[in-house]
Structures are given as C-alpha cells and as structure tokens.
C-alpha cells in the first residue's frame, strides 16, 4: 500500500499570502489528523478530519482551516500568512476517528518570507 | 493538558556503544506510547509503539518500555551505529492526538 502522500513538498509564501497543503491519506484510512513542527514548539497538533468533518482542533488561531473530501483526501489552508508560520506541516492518516494509531507523510516545508 | 518531557535533549556517543532515551509524560490516562525517529528535514518514521497494557516493545536492536504509573518510558537502542543518528522523538497518546516531547537529537560516531 502506498503511504501518506503531501503535496508539495516545499513551498515558499510571502506575509500575507495564503497558501493551501494537501494530504493524501492511506487507502482505506479516513482519518486525517495535521500537526505543525517549529525548532521552538516542537509538534503541535492542528485539527483532525474524518468523514469530512473537523473532529477536534487544537490551540491555533482561525487562519488555520481545513477540509476532507469524500476519498478522504484533506487540505489545510494558512490565511495572512505570518512569518512564524514557518514550519514543518505534517499530516497523518488512520483507519478510524481518533485513531490510535497515525502514520505520518513526509511532511510539507513552508517558509514565509 | 498532556506534557511529554524527553531528556536529554541531545547525546553524541561512540560507536557500539549502547544507549538510552527517556521520555516522561504528566497524565497517566493514555492509550499508547509511540517512538518515531526523524531525519533532518523529513517525515517521522515510527518505530514502536507500545498499548497502555503493555510493558515493553523491541524491534531489532530497539527495546522501549513502559511504566504508566510512574509516566516514564525508556527507548534502548544495543550496539549504536553511525546510521542511528537522527532525532527520537516520544508521543502520548491520550485521547484523539498525539503530545509529543521536544525530542532527543542523538550523534552516533564513528
């Protein structure tokens, strides 16, 4: 089975741009869960979609939003883009809702400027 | 809230010689415990995983145990090799996220 999949792979914005991340889960997962990697915050969970709907959200502003479509593949979406939104954007797949167990993909590498 | 704590933060040793990794955790209330590792710039790759019924996972040269109680875990790794150099990563998991520590950045050399 092929594993998680981001696009792309690395992007680089300017403040105050938006930008949009994509995931492409696991076959048959449909449960897709972001987190954000910065040098000072380490991993922090973002928000979790299953059957297109956000399950649980974590401690980010409103510019952070996302969306699962119906073959489970999610975006996420960074409004005004700010330059501490620089970061390693890492997505992970699951079978179920709150699923205990999360595969990563390689993650997308965004720097604001 | 779920405060994963990993120490030390950084470890440079010598090849062959065998290591450990600490990983402590505020709230016992958790469903499994995860190691990953990563390598500069990419993804997490898992390496273990142990339930909260469980006391220990190995794979290879890699032991990692658990102790719920105390909220500690351990990630041994026998025989270290320049290969295993990367950062090591510890995560909770306690309800419908992963809380993952700052990491360990370990330097293997030759």
């Known amino acids: 089975k092929a594993g998680v999949t981001q696009t792309p792979r690395y992007l680089i914005k300017t403040r105050g741009q938006q930008v949009t991340l994509s995931c492409s889960p696991i076959?048959?997962?449909?449960?897709v869960s972001w987190y954000q990697q910065t040098p000072g915050q380490g991993l922090q969970f973002l928000f979790e979609?299953?059957?297109?709907?956000?399950?649980n959200k974590g401690n980010f502003p409103g510019r952070f939003s996302g969306r699962q479509f119906s073959n489970s593949r999610s975006e996420m979406n960074v409004s005004t883009l700010e330059l501490g939104d620089s970061a390693l954007y890492l997505c992970?797949?699951?079978?179920?809702?709150?699923?205990?167990?999360?595969?990563f993909g390689p993650g997308t590498r965004l720097t604001v400027t | 809230k779920q405060e994963v704590t990993q120490i030390p933060a950084a470890l440079s040793v010598p090849e062959g010689e065998n290591l450990v990794l600490n990983c402590s955790f505020t709230d016992s209330a958790i469903y499994n415990l995860q190691w990953f590792r990563q390598d500069p710039g990419k993804g997490l790759t898992s390496l273990l995983l142990i339930q909260s019924s469980q006391r220990e996972q190995t794979s290879g040269r890699l032991n990692a145990s658990l102790d719920k109680s105390s909220g500690r875990s351990t990630l041994y790794i026998a025989a270290s090799q320049p290969g295993d150099s990367a950062t090591y990563l510890c995560?909770?998991?306690?309800?419908?996220?992963?809380?993952f520590g700052k990491g360990t950045s370990l330097l293997v050399t030759p």
């Open positions: 979609y299953f059957s297109e709907t956000q399950r």
């Open positions: 995560a909770v998991y306690s309800g419908y996220a992963l809380n």
């Open positions: 992970a797949s699951s079978l179920e809702a709150s699923g205990r167990v999360q595969y």
């Open positions: 076959s048959g997962h449909r449960s």
